[in-house]
């Protein structure tokens, strides 16, 4: 992205775990294109707030709902009213699965105790950590990856004001 949009505005900071992240071989050209390499575990508080764009891809779908809800609590804990998360997952269908949705699905359920979700499913998780959905574009049709787009959950007073 820093690449394709030079002009692109604010910083640039990739989240992972330590461990993960001294693997990592392509540390000078992310300083070149001022991206920052940032250790943190996101069971844990979000040290970034009030950033325009959280985004996650592939992670939500590796835990069951409990961690989940952890995970995007110290999410939304960290948002401002104008910050917007965006998880980019499969949107499962209500009905009618393609093969490589539910071969995707049993994976995630065999090897890490986890699930696809569907949109209701995604509702659910989101409203559970104080989050809603903005709105949501699928971008491969056969899988159902999709962008998330997720913003605080509005308070009640707040519809009313004007
Ligand atoms: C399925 S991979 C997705 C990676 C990448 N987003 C992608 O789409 O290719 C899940 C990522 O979550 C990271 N991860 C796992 N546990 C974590 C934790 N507790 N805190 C931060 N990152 C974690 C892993 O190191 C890994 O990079």
Redesign the pocket.
Known sequence: MAKDQPNLQGRIVI???EL?QNMLSNREELESLNITVQP????QEQPITGAKVYY????IH?WNDADSKTILSQLSKAMAHDSVLIL?EVVMPQLGVSWKQASMDLAMMTMLAAKERTRADFDKLLNGAGLQIREIRTYDEDYGDSLIFAELLTRVDEKFEE
């Open positions: 989240e992972d775990l993960v943190h575990n996101f069971m996650l891809r592939n992670v590796n980019d």
